[in-house]
């Protein structure tokens, strides 16, 4: 019975390390710290929602184009391998107040939900610059938000098209 287990145990490690590629986190992740805070930088392309999102957009319809589904069965690589690029990093950028210097943290995750640039992330990550408030000096402006793949590409966030506070569930563009 304990080799048995044993076999299973093996079997299981070897399936879930087979289908994994790896990847290293903390090289990525510096490597988005040094492109966003390089000075030749511009990180004023991640005021742009800013603009907007201020506006009340709750629950508003959003078309967006999607892929038709597939029926293609994918094997444990296929799946990883389609996956990957689907995941992306929801990022604060913000100033250390005891230091002075700007950080960057990895707060969230983004999906994205449509070929033409449409993700879905949490509503309580968009309520972080208070998105929806109706009040445009009410924004939060002194953090920055953006979103970075795991190939370590920066994407702005251009606007907050939709959102529902009771699901938890925000759409951006």
């Known amino acids: 019975m304990k080799r048995?287990?044993?076999?299973?145990?093996?079997?299981?490690?070897?399936?879930?390390?087979?289908?994994?590629?790896?990847?290293?986190?903390p090289k990525l992740f510096e490597g988005i710290t040094k492109q966003v805070l390089a000075s030749n930088y511009d990180q004023s392309k991640f005021d742009k929602v800013f603009e907007t999102a201020h506006l009340?957009?709750?629950?508003?319809?959003?078309?967006?184009?999607?892929?038709?589904?597939?029926?293609?069965?994918?094997?444990?690589?296929?799946?990883f391998?389609?996956?990957?690029?689907?995941?992306?990093?929801?990022?604060?950028?913000?100033?250390?107040?005891?230091?002075?210097?700007q950080l960057i943290e990895n707060v969230a995750t983004a999906f994205p939900i449509s070929e033409d640039g449409f993700f879905c992330v949490n509503y309580h990550m968009i309520k972080l610059f208070e998105a929806g408030s109706g009040d445009s000096t009410k924004t939060n402006r002194t953090e920055k938000y953006f979103l970075a793949d795991y190939d370590g590409n920066i994407l702005s966030i251009d606007s907050v098209c939709s959102y529902n506070e009771e699901a938890d569930v925000a759409i951006i563009f």
């Open 56 to 79: 009340n957009r709750k629950n508003i319809k959003v078309a967006i184009k999607t892929l038709p589904p597939s029926s293609k069965t994918l094997s444990k690589q296929e799946i």
């Open 81 to 101: 391998k389609k996956n990957k690029p689907d995941v992306y990093r929801f990022i604060r950028l913000f100033k250390n107040e005891e230091t002075g210097k």
């Open 4 to 25: 048995i287990l044993t076999l299973i145990s093996l079997s299981f490690l070897f399936s879930f390390v087979y289908a994994q590629d790896y990847i290293d986190e």
